[in-house]
Structure formats: C-alpha cells, structure tokens
C-alpha cells in the first residue's frame, strides 16, 4: 500500500567511484569456496516425461552425470508421465509447467522464475519448442543454452530454419543426433560449425529380461511364436497404421507371427479400431507404456519401426543392444544406424508391401536373424555406448560453466533508505551493494555479512557466528540512529490527502484523540493509500510520523465503526512506539493489547473486516485464516516499510 523509496541508482552512486575494496576482498574468498562446493547445475528441458525417444535421453543424461560434480533438475513444459517414478527415485527434482495449446509467451516468464528459483549454470534444451519457450528466460538468469536437436523434418519449412538460425545465436553449443542432422543444421539452418557438435545417443549394456521362455510366459506367447516389436510412441509420425497392414500380410503368410506394440498417445483408439478392422485382434498385443523393455526384448524375434520420419531412436538402439534384428523405414539417422542386410533392413518409407517383406524374411529364416542381431549388438557396444555420450556431454557442460572460477565481482556501498544490502548474480558477474550505513564498520562485520550474503546466493545454511556477528553490530544504538537517519533523509511516503470522498481522517483522528487518548497524541500526516487495497487497511510508519490508511475503506458501504478501529489501531503505535527487547523488535506489547480490547464494540468491527477481507482470499486461492483481518492488521501493517 505504501512505500519507502530510495533515490535513483544512476544519481546516487556516480559511475566513477571506486569500489570499496574491503567489502570485494571479503566476498571472493567465499564466493570461490562457494563455486568449488556446489555442483553444476544442469535442467534438462523437455515437451514431456512420457517415456518418448528425446525424453529418454534427456532422462539417461540427468541420471548418469557424476553426482560429485553435476547437480540434475528436470523440466517437462506439456505433461507428466511414465518416467516420472524413475525420476522420483532417482531423488532428481523436476518440474511441469503444464503448457495449454497454442502459443503462450506467459511460460516464457515462468521459465525465467523457474531458473532463477532453481539457479541453474547449464539448461538443455530438446526440440525447437522447448528452445523456443526457455531461451530468453535462460539469459535473463544468466545460465548458458545447449540445444538437441532430434529430428530434422520440420526443418524442411523455411520460417522454422529461420527461427532455429535466430535462436541458435543465444546458445554455446547446439548438438545433433547424428552426421545428417549436423549436415542440415550446418547447411540448411546456417549455424556456424563451431557451434555444432554431434553426440550419438547412447544406451547402456543390455539389461538382463530374463530367459526367452520366462520372457515369453510373462507375455502370454507361446515357445514357437514368431514375435515382432514396436516401441514408439502412439503419435500419427510413428505410422503404426502402416505397420499394421504390413503385419496382416505376414500373418497371413506365418500363421505363428504375433506383435506387440509398446507405448502409448493419441493413436491408440485408431491403432485399436484398425487392428478390429483388419481382424488381428489374436495376433496384435497392444501393451500400453512399459518400462521393463529388457523383458519385452528378450521375448521378441524382431525389431520393427514403420515413422515417417526419425532422428536417432533410443528404442532402436536398445533392441540393437539387446542383439535384435531391425526392420525399419529409411528416414533420419536410421540410415546410418541400420546396415542393409548387416544389421536388419531397411525399406522406404509408406511402402506397406516392402515393410511385409523384410519381416518376413528375418522371421522366416532364424540363422541370419541371428547373425544380424549379433552384428547389431557389436555395432553399438562399439559406437553407441552410454558411457561415451554421457563423457561428451559433462565436456561440454565444463566448458559452459567451469565450477571452480570465481566471477567477476562488482561491490559498493550504496546509498539505501535504511540498512540493506543486496547481491546479484547476472551473466555470470556478482553485483554486490552494502548500504552506506556500514561504510565506517570493522573489517569483522563486513567479512560477516559477505559470507551472510554469499551464503543466500548459492542457498547454503548461513553461520551462526556470521549472524550474531552481524546482528550485535547493527543492534548498536549508533548504527540503529544512523539507520533511522538513513530512513528520514532517503526515503518518502507516497501521500494523498486525508480528506477522502466519504471520510476525513483528521476529524476521525481528533474525535478518536478526544475520546481514548484525552488529547495527548500529536496529530501525524494522514492520508489516503493511493489505491484500494485488501489485505493491508492501514499502516503506521513511525520512522515518518505518517499513518496511511486503505482507500478501500472510504465507501459508503462501509460503517464507520470499521474505519475508526483501523485508525485507533494505529494511533495505539504512536502511543506505544516499537521497542527493542532482547535483540527483537516489539510492535505490540501487553500495554498495547490492553488498549486495544478498550475499543468500543471491538466484536462487531472485527466481523466487518472479515467479510471485507473474504473476496480477497477467494481471488487468491487463500484459504480462511481464523483470527480474521485483524491479526494481520496488527501482524503487518504495524511495520514500516523499508
């Protein structure tokens, strides 16, 4: 409702004027101790946690950094979903913002609240949406951009490549997938080749499913099925309804050829439909989201993918890992993945009958599905390992953020309204300014609060000597006077008038003066706040000798027994001024609560400030607090405002 306000930077503290050496001095010791403590911290942004391709990967990067060095957060702009649990026990924190539809600069803004909440270094970026909603925010908050891109398709239309070149500029490095995704970014989008690097995806050792026949038990298969998979998720670029006409010509052909369809989206229902439609319903599992993947392999023949386009699958490594066989279309990286005839096959894509074919003939021939799995197994144990990709990434991270290198630090002492000190960390460069009240303080006490404020930065648990250090200075009766004077001559209160359109606060106060206080208070400046207010109706600055009360209450609709509570309540701190016990300030005494039960008809005042305050707890979301308006009345409006 009302302010103190101190002059404008630029006037009070000229751009020539030495930095004060003692307080630099003080906090680049601890801001190094700081740097070489806390890990870096690395976000890793996704549209979702569903258990998709970039979302696997940004959660297999998170998971595995060395925990030494590299603090994990994850954010997901869209929605949840099955790799939340993993998260969770992972103990990695993350986030959903909850996107709606459509385009919403307002997530901008709440990434940037996010980054500055969490103090990120490092944020990783996959896909051009998520770059698009947290590249400026991750500026603003000073950490540095890395972006993935996994699929290039959508390059192929001239605005996008022309967005991605733009934002591209506000990042340190923008890695591909593989050699043709770092062809079209360099070729297509312009981005300087010193900005791109290529990191494979990686998958760890195939995890043990168990024995095929256990494998199989588990599924509901038989021993002599012939099992295909697909793991993708349900989205119409997966092209699922392709796989399925494809599949009736093979079971058409192998009357024991089963498949199972891993993953879940908004193609289910139509996936369900045209299995019914093309009477596969005894030969198509459709399993929803899974995560025991190792399982679901072991049990298989064959990995399949039928997308319309693709980056660099982690499912199709993951089944290469497990030495399986790939029949897949020829988009994206799949063609520098999958060796024709070596590892699998690989067929153009929206060619139903081709796609028939080449699963047909791994199915129907076992001895070279098993060498092109074992093949296929040696191929990413050599090249696709997870152990190399997570080494690759933590460089690139050390590069844009060096734990251990102190800032550059900027420190002065600044003309405040009052004893405040603030620090800043923008663009990696800590701003530091020390009230001026301080400038004459021993060499302990600033040293003490350096380490206060470092110690808020980095979010680490403040010394307890620090603080008592700092708290017994100040609590000084030189420095609180200083403080004081600081406040009178810096600061100012915004005031209106006392004379409202309904009421005039001097004639209340002289009628409440007469009657409670028999004319012994000297009247304050009185006003009006500037605008209505709902939580705050009055405040006493006693530093001012001003009492500002809430325009909300100037209404006919409001009786005057409200108006005269909120003002005795105030007059009642010019009678009973703050004191200073123990190290505390106190604003409301026993003396003062005396007074205040002397108001006449004090029950019914009370009631009409919480009906007052009601509206304003159901805009908010507050839920209703009993002791009502009053309490904060006298909880918050008795303090100045600093």
């Known amino acids: ?314 499912a199709v490594l993951e089944a290469m890992a497990a030495s399986k066989p790939v029949v897949a279309t020829a ?32 199915l129907g021939d076992p001895v070279t599905s098993e060498r092109m799995g074992s093949r296929a197994g040696e191929l990413v144990s050599r090249s696709f390992s997870l152990g190399s990709m997570i080494e690759k990434h933590e460089a690139l991270f050390r590069a844009a953020r060096r734990p251990g290198t102190p800032p550059e630090i900027h420190a002065r002492f600044y003309p405040y309204a009052g004893l405040s000190s603030t620090i800043r960390l923008r663009q990696g460069t800590i701003y530091v300014r020390v009230s001026d009240v301080l400038q004459q303080s021993p060499p302990e006490v600033l040293y003490a609060l350096a380490c206060i404020l470092v110690a808020k930065l980095y979010r680490r648990k403040v010394s307890q000597e620090h603080a008592n250090i700092y708290r017994e200075y100040t609590l000084r009766p030189e420095v609180m006077i200083a403080t004081e004077s600081a406040r009178r001559r810096r600061g100012y209160k915004m005031i209106t008038s006392p004379r409202g359109k309904f009421y005039d606060l001097e004639a209340l106060f002289d009628d409440l003066n007469s009657r409670y206080f028999q004319d012994t208070l000297a009247r304050p400046r009185l006003s009006w706040s500037q605008g209505k207010t709902g939580r705050v109706l009055g405040h006493h600055d006693y530093v001012h000798g001003t009492i500002i009360v809430s325009r909300t209450l100037d209404t006919q609709n409001i009786p005057r027994l409200v108006l005269e509570y909120v003002l005795y309540h105030e007059m009642l701190h010019v009678k009973h001024p703050p004191r200073l016990v123990g190290g505390r300030t106190i604003y409301h005494s026993a003396e003062f609560r005396a007074d205040e039960k002397r108001f006449h008809r004090v029950d019914e005042a009370l009631g009409w400030l919480e009906r007052i305050a009601a509206p304003v707890r159901r805009r908010r979301g507050r839920p209703k607090r009993t002791a009502g308006p009053a309490r904060r009345l006298r909880e918050q409006s008795s303090r100045p405002r600093r």
């Open 331 to 362: 988009v994206g990286d799949l063609r520098q993945l999958v060796s024709d005839g070596v590892t699998g096959r690989l067929v153009s894509p929206h060619n139903r009958r081709g796609l028939a074919e080449a699963m047909l003939c791994v």
């Open 1 to 314: 409702m009302t302010t103190t306000r101190s002059p404008k930077a630029v006037e009070a503290w000229p751009d020539g004027q030495a930095q004060p050496g003692n307080v630099r001095a003080a906090i680049e010791p601890e801001c190094e101790s700081s740097l070489k403590t806390r890990p870096v911290r690395i976000m890793q942004i996704t549209w979702s946690l569903v258990a998709g391709g970039s979302e696997i990967y940004a959660y297999k990067v998170a998971s595995a950094l060395d925990e030494r060095k590299y603090e994990a957060f994850m954010c997901a702009l869209d929605q949840g979903g099955a790799l939340e649990p993993e998260i969770a026990a992972r103990g990695i924190p993350y986030f959903i913002m909850n996107r709606r539809p459509g385009i919403h600069l307002s997530l901008m803004w709440r990434l940037l609240q996010l980054f500055r909440k969490t103090r990120v270094d490092v944020i990783q970026t996959h896909h051009f949406n998520q770059l698009f909603y947290s590249a400026i925010g991750a500026r603003l908050a000073g950490a540095r951009i890395i972006h993935t891109e996994h699929s290039i398709e959508y390059l192929k239309r001239r605005k996008y490549r022309f967005a991605l070149r733009w934002l591209s500029r506000l990042c340190d490095k923008v890695i591909a997938i593989g050699p043709e995704g770092a062809h079209c970014l360099l070729n297509k989008v312009a981005i300087p080749a010193h900005k791109i690097e290529i990191i494979r995806a990686g998958v760890e050792a195939a995890a043990d499913g168990g024995s095929r026949p256990e494998a199989r038990k588990l599924l509901g298969l038989q021993e002599q099925d012939q099992v295909a998979v697909i793991v993708a998720r349900l989205f119409p670029e997966k092209n699922h309804i392709l796989l399925l006409e494809a599949f009736r010509i093979v079971a058409n052909a192998l009357p024991s050829a089963k498949l199972l369809i891993v993953g879940e989206g908004t193609e289910r229902a139509r996936i369900e439909k045209a299995v019914s439609e093309l009477g596969l319903q005894a030969r198509v599992q459709i399993l929803g989201v899974r995560r025991d993947i190792a399982t679901i392999l072991a049990a298989s023949d064959l990995f399949v993918l039928s997308s319309d386009r693709e980056g660099m699958p982690i």
